[in-house]
């Protein structure tokens, strides 16, 4: 199924209802979309493909619009294979199409397909005309790769941004900002935005501000996963401009791991005397909520409290496996607060706040160690470390 969304401009995208993780790792319980458009003038251009499962399909949308052996260029803006896994199928069919990409991208393609078809590096603001129209390539490192790159339809105003202003969630033939439910798509893009883009946020600020400074307008962004923004693109700027701001929010939020439920008490008693205080609080059990949903509320809580309870010597691995995202994910830097829980000789705790630190992050005192049942007097530190919390929020 194809849709056409300017005067010969197509959405020739996919829906995928089939992969249960994102990168094998983040869950996707309403789908996601990898889009592509196709414009026609003069020259035929395609931009990006799609996933290589969903080739055929693929195909057929363009098929319902023109024979694909005429297409002149295939823009690639970023090479992640979710853009590009079906490119040597299209290779096999247009021929003399000339792909189009940064010098970064150019080694890639070689690395990860290899295919016979002519190219084109574009520099940073590089313009090609197609006939009636002109294509403006913005570079813009680290959205998602360091070979990522915009392209702007000069003339409609449409701006392709590939995994920028992106989202999770198929779109079931609703491709627009208009027709789609837009409270599933915040939850979405913002899990998306955690999950996929949490460690290059300061690109996204400096993408948004080029974008600003070069004073384009924008009809419309059409990024490569989820819907199109005609009705209100300033929506989606905006987000993503709040959601990767170095401002934290005021809340604090627990994230824990627990057995049997000893750790829980101390998670549980710590929560309750946080709101006790008049504070906004999250709270997540790592064994039941899924990884995205945990970065998305921790990433900028102002406070962040991790408890694991000690298992073979080391931390509880989901414990752990969260403290790895968080330095891997380069979380803005923020108080950090830990608590163990241990049956005897202890030692996860102590593992945590080592790789916290070695990854420069500030780990708080005091550290809480409770043995198994928290007795009166591990309540009394509880409190205390309540109120020690509130002092660290920002105001
Ligand atoms: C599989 C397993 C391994 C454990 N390994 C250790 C350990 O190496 N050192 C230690 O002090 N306690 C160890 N414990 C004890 C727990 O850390 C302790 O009971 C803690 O209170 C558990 O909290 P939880 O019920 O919230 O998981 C282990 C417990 C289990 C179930
Ligand atoms: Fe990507
Ligand atoms: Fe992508």
């Known amino acids: 199924m194809h849709r056409e969304i300017a005067d010969g401009v197509y959405y020739v995208g996919v829906d995928d209802h089939h992969t249960k993780l994102f990168e094998n790792l983040w869950a996707l319980p309403h789908g996601v979309s990898y889009n592509s458009y196709l414009i026609i003038d003069e020259k035929v251009t395609l931009i990006e493909t799609v996933k290589e499962p969903w080739a055929e399909e693929w195909l057929d949308n363009i098929r319902e619009i023109i024979d694909p052996a005429k297409i002149d260029y295939i823009v690639l803006n970023h090479m ?28 890639m393609q070689k690395s990860f397909y290899d295919v016979d078809l002519e190219d084109k590096t574009v520099e940073d603001l590089e313009e090609l005309s197609i006939g009636k129209r002109t294509l ?3 570079h813009a490192p680290f959205l998602h790769w360091p070979e990522t790159m915009v392209t702007y339809l000069v003339e409609d105003e449409i701006v392709f941004s590939c995994d920028a202003f992106g989202s999770f969630g198929a779109l079931n033939g609703k491709h627009f900002d208009d027709e789609i439910d837009m409270r599933m798509i915040e939850k979405e893009s913002r899990r998306y935005i955690s999950a996929i883009i949490t460690s290059y946020l300061r690109f996204v600020q400096r993408a948004i ?7 384009i ?5 059409a990024p490569s996963h989820g819907p199109i923004y005609r ?8 987000h993503y401009d709040q959601w990767s701001s170095d401002e934290l929010d005021k809340h604090v939020t627990i994230v824990y791991g627990s057995m049997y439920g000893f750790n829980q008490r101390v998670a549980l008693l710590l929560k309750k005397e946080l709101i006790e205080l008049g504070l906004e609080v999250r709270i997540h059990n790592l064994s039941y909520t899924e990884m995205s949903q945990v970065i ?3 990433v900028r809580a102002g406070v962040l409290v991790v408890g694991t309870p000690t298992y073979d010597a080391h931390p509880f691995p989901r414990v752990w496996n969260f403290v790895n995202e968080v330095c891997g994910k380069r979380f803005p830097k923020r108080p950090i607060f830990l608590f163990g829980n241990y049956g005897w000789g202890g030692g996860g705790v102590r593992k945590l706040k080592a790789q916290l630190e070695d990854s420069r992050y500030e780990v708080m005192e005091p550290v809480l160690k409770v043995k198994a049942r928290p007795t009166d007097e591990d309540k009394m530190q509880i409190k205390k470390l309540a109120k020690v919390i509130m002092g660290q929020l920002p105001n």
């Open 80 to 107: 992640e294979p979710d853009h590009t896994g079906a490119l040597p199928h299209i290779a096999e069919i247009a021929k003399n199409a000339t792909m189009i990409y940064t010098s970064k991208a150019a080694p």
């Open 217 to 221: 307008g924008i009809k419309m962004i």
């Open 296 to 298: 998305v509320d921790s």
């Open 136 to 138: 403006k390539f913005v």
């Open 209 to 215: 501000k080029k974008v600003k400074e070069l004073g």
């Open 231 to 238: 009705k209100d693109p300033m929506w989606v700027i905006n």
